[in-house]
């Protein structure tokens, strides 16, 4: 593995493998099999999987056919971006436009003027004022198991004793905004 950085400015097509900085440029285009980088900032077109050390920042519009796996990304507010493959992250901080299925090992964050439309697996969720989602929620991480209802007071009979679903599987859920 390098050190350098890499400023896409036109076509490229190689692999790239480095612990320095890739940015892709409003004029770049990236396409690879795979490109492995400390920090990643997308201008430009990617068209590559994307593994990131520390970050990943999209400031663009775009659609990513590749895997996205970082600990830190950022949708910018004039970003619009579509992923095509499950993004694994460790917290996403959303102030644009994002379509797209996440796995987050902490937080998503939708800021005031950001939405995001696909199904969030993540220890929390946090949507701001004018903010929104569309999209199937599971809050506690991939194992979390259907909460059990228990009764309000001890002795009634006709109160849940298994779990009830609140919810019906594979129907879009929304979060209202909350300040």
Not at 63 to 70: C, F, M, R, S, T
Not at 92 to 109: K, Q, W
């Amino acid at each position: 593995m390098d050190l350098r950085d890499y400023k896409i400015n036109g076509s490229f097509s190689r692999r790239i493998c480095t612990y320095g900085e890739v940015h892709i440029t409003s004029t770049g285009d990236l396409s690879s099999s795979q490109v492995t980088c400390r920090v990643a900032i997308i201008d430009g077109k990617l068209r590559s999987g994307l593994h990131c050390h520390e970050k990943a920042e999209f400031r663009t519009a775009g659609k990513v056919q590749g895997k996205l796996i970082a600990p830190e990304v950022l949708i910018g507010k004039k970003a619009s971006v579509q992923f095509f493959r499950q993004v694994e992250v460790g917290s996403i901080e959303i102030r644009g436009a994002m379509t797209g299925d996440v796995l987050a090992e902490t937080v998503v964050t939708i800021r005031r003027t950001g939405s995001l439309d696909g199904k969030v697996v993540a220890r929390s969720i946090n949507v701001e004022k004018g903010g929104t989602f569309s999209g199937q929620l599971v809050i506690g991480g991939p194992t979390l198991k259907q909460a059990e209802l228990l009764p309000a007071s001890g002795g009634e009979k006709d109160a849940p004793a298994a779990s009830q679903e609140l919810h019906p599987p594979g129907q879009p859920f929304s979060v209202p905004a909350t300040s």
